[in-house]
């Protein structure tokens, strides 16, 4: 992408935003100035489609899927692709999936998914597969190494153990601050491929990994967690540049870990609070995290909203604007060598986030 049509898409994307709150994601591969290789992708995540009876389902959930893709199909320049960040579904009922990929149908272009645990704990992810393939793989484009992982496993004891019905498994992980749920997991065998997968891969190339849930630890009572997170991080270790962007949590997240970035999306159905905000229990939310403001807990798109990432020689900057709140960009600092909020607001500059108990 050349500075003309960078500055063509900054200005397009801000007139986008300017007409909307839609929690969809632009993402820039950025190789330095004028290269040709610089491309976008769009990252739309956590549509949470769910079934009432029949052919009724929850319009709100409906409706922030349905306007992102329609935005998504605005954009100029065209993303080289979509990726969606998993929970399609919210309780993996093929009704809610193949809803869910109907309305996601409407996009141009190719999309790649990774599964959600709302798509998975019913059958194992049995139907999803079925529409969508394999749940890990990886692909290489314009000189960046595309990592999919299923990160939402979890013991297989536990999996497999004698459950009154699919649904009834489903229901025990469906839920925040549950004694009864299990924590997520890649994974012994996946982990392997993994290893397998990137040891092809030349150690100065750009890794981009999607998973679902963070590929870091930050609270485990939500399990906004991956219990065998640090494992995957050393597989990643090697490499210069390692970027990981996932789903699940819906809200804002930014860290560093050694070599690599970590960025959140947000959902098009709901915002989660953070769990800083959970007067119970310690919460282990990266430092670099930057608060979204919460303006009105009652407000269905407050901490929606619209991300830009770019992506220059490799590290992210990632441009969210709230529909309420005011605009902000983390971006990699080269000195400091982790993302920066270069907006920072004090916290008595803020709108206090909601407090729950
Ligand atoms: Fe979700
Ligand atoms: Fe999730």
């Known amino acids: 992408m050349n500075n003309y049509s960078r500055r063509k898409f900054l200005k397009t994307g801000g007139a986008l935003l300017a007409a909307s709150s839609l929690p969809i994601s632009m993402v820039e591969m950025a190789f330095g100035k004028d290269s040709e ?32 893709v329609a935005e998504a199909n605005l954009l100029d320049p065209r993303p080289d692709f979509v990726f969606y960040g998993g929970d399609i579904a919210q309780l993996g009922k093929p009704e809610e999936i193949d809803h869910g990929l109907e309305i996601l149908s409407a996009l141009r272009g190719d999309v790649h998914y990774v599964m959600g645990e709302h798509d998975y704990y019913v059958d194992l992810g049995e139907y999803w597969q079925k529409q ?22 979890t013991h297989e004891e536990w999996m497999h153990k004698k459950w009154d019905s699919g649904m009834d498994r489903m229901k025990q992980m469906a839920r925040l601050d549950n004694p009864n ?19 092809k891969v ?30 995957v991080q050393a597989l990643l270790k090697p490499f210069d540049k390692v970027t990981v962007l996932y ?24 915002p989660w609070p953070y769990p800083s905000t959970y007067t119970q229990q310690e919460s282990y939310l990266p430092k670099l995290t930057v608060d979204m403001n919460r303006a009105d807990p009652f407000f269905e798109r407050d901490a929606t909203g619209w991300q830009f990432i770019n992506l220059h020689s ?3 900057d ?40």
Not at 49 to 64: L, P, S, Y
Not at 185 to 198: P, Y
């Open 37 to 68: 290789q610089n491309f976008t992708f769009a990252y739309i995540s956590d549509s949470h489609i769910t079934q009432i009876e029949g052919n009724k389902f929850v319009r709100n959930w409906d409706r922030g899927l349905i306007r992102a």
């Open 132 to 153: 969508l393939g394999p749940d890990h793989y990886s692909f290489n484009h314009k000189g960046v190494h595309f990592v999919v992982l299923n990160s939402i496993l």
């Open 181 to 199: 749920g299990q924590p997520f997991m890649v994974g012994d065998k996946q982990r392997s491929w993994l290893k397998a997968d990137l040891d």
């Open 202 to 231: 030349s150690k100065d190339t750009p890794v981009v990994v999607f998973s679902h849930s963070p590929l870091q630890k930050i609270y485990k009572g939500w399990n906004f967690w991956t219990d065998d997170a640090e494992q």
């Open 247 to 270: 789903g699940h949590v819906h809200q804002i997240q930014t860290n560093q870990i050694g070599n690599i970035s970590f960025h959140a999306a947000m959902a098009t159905a709901w």
């Open 314 to 316: 490799g590290n992210v």
């Open 318 to 357: 990632v441009h969210y604007t709230l529909p309420d709140n005011e605009a902000r960009v983390v971006a990699f600092d080269e000195k400091l060598g982790h993302p920066v909020d270069t907006k920072y607001q004090a916290m008595a500059d803020r709108t206090s986030p909601q407090k729950h108990y």
